[in-house]
């Protein structure tokens, strides 16, 4: 990692996990094998990524705000009950071997891929949210177990997040972008410190990082947010095939 192209290169892929990331999810599908594929042990880019992460949903919130868009108090509630899910998750992730960290990343990789290819069509249509009640305490309970995985690899879990408030709490998509942020900016802060309390952060490599993150996520979220772009996508399957398959053979 002393050569400028990596640094250049780090950006580059920041810029579009931040932009992906916060239109969608499954952007650290391509930061944390990039982090692994530079040089760092799959634990430590586990934790590295994740200064870039809090970047990015702090840049993505704020942008969000400037146009008006918040879910505050539900937003809140959910972050909360995440991150206390993402306290075990990070544990699990810090003790957990390299060799099985990639394998479990492969197949994590495989299933968004099918989640991507596969996933409902959604309309930004107008509807009546469910951000109350009934529905308020089950959003709470499954966003702590999104959080354990939130904490744990975090990788795709925006797609689940999407299709859960879309289809559970009846929001659009721009407000669930936004809700999503906030609840993963949370949730993040008590991964991050469980993994730099285990010296499990390159925290250079991770503010580098963050540059690309914060920028990308701060374009995307001024956006008007839609479903997604139909290149990106499609770039974003043909890469983590190909990264999955090389987490798979060649450990």
Do not use: C
Request: hydrophobic share 60%; net charge positive; glycine share 10%.
């Amino acid at each position: 990692m002393d050569q400028w192209y990596h640094y250049a290169l780090l950006i580059v892929v920041g810029f579009a996990v931040g932009f992906i990331n916060t239109v969608a999810g499954g952007g650290s599908l391509l930061s944390l094998p990039t982090l692994i594929f530079l040089g760092l042990p799959p634990s430590v880019a586990n934790g590295t990524n994740r200064v870039a992460i809090v970047i990015q949903t702090a840049m993505a919130t704020a942008g969000f705000k400037s146009k008006g868009v918040s879910t505050y108090p539900f937003n809140i509630y959910l972050g909360i009950s995440a991150f206390l899910g993402a306290i075990i998750g990070a544990r699990i992730a810090v003790d957990i071997k390299g060799e099985t960290f990639n394998r479990i990343l492969a197949i994590v990789m495989m299933a968004v891929v099918l989640i991507i290819i596969f996933k409902p069509k959604m309309k930004l249509i107008e509807m009546q949210e469910r951000l109350t009640g009934k529905y308020l305490w089950l959003s709470i309970v499954v966003f702590f177990f999104f959080g354990i995985y939130g904490g744990f690899i975090n990788a795709g879990l925006g797609f689940l997040m999407i299709l859960f408030m879309h289809f559970v709490n009846r929001m659009n998509l721009v407000r669930v972008n936004a809700t999503k942020v906030v609840v993963v900016f949370i949730y993040m802060l008590s991964a991050l410190a469980v993994f730099a309390f285990n010296d499990k952060v390159n925290w250079k490599l991770g503010f580098i990082l963050a540059i690309g993150n914060g920028t990308g996520a701060w374009v995307a979220s001024r956006f008007s947010v839609k479903k997604g772009d139909g290149f990106i996508k499609t770039f974003l399957v043909v890469m983590v095939v190909i990264m999955a398959i090389k987490l798979w053979f060649f450990t």
